[in-house]
């Protein structure tokens, strides 16, 4: 069975406004950013790879507790990338690092 890959982007949506990327527009919103994102899965990955965009603020408080908590001490900024729930970027959305991470899950093989 081929592996898939879930990028989660966890954000505060508080904190609009962030510089991405030179892959998409240098100031946008991060929901558009994950929207972009998605579109870029899609065709790169068609129906291997899927985006969620989570607003943590509006969604279960219950859901993603060690994240919160880090959130709260400061230790880790907005957005927070999650790649098959593990937490692998935060504080932005750079393309590049997210596909290199992705083509690392995808290269470990298909699930046994």
């Known amino acids: 069975m081929l592996q898939r890959v879930h990028i989660q982007i966890l954000d505060n949506p508080m904190e609009d406004i962030i510089a991405s990327n030179e892959r998409f527009d240098n100031y946008s919103t991060n929901k558009v950013l994950a929207e972009e994102l998605q579109k870029e899965m899609s065709f790169s990955y068609p129906y291997v790879v899927s985006v969620e965009y989570v607003d943590l603020f509006m969604d279960d408080e219950s859901d993603f507790p060690e ?3 880090l959130l709260r001490h400061g230790a880790i900024n907005t957005p927070v990338v999650l790649i098959n729930g593990v937490p692998k970027i935060h504080g932005g959305i750079p393309y590049a690092v997210i596909k290199t991470e992705i083509e690392k899950v ?4 298909p699930l046994h």
């Open 106 to 109: 995808l290269s470990s093989g």
């Open 67 to 69: 994240i919160r908590e």
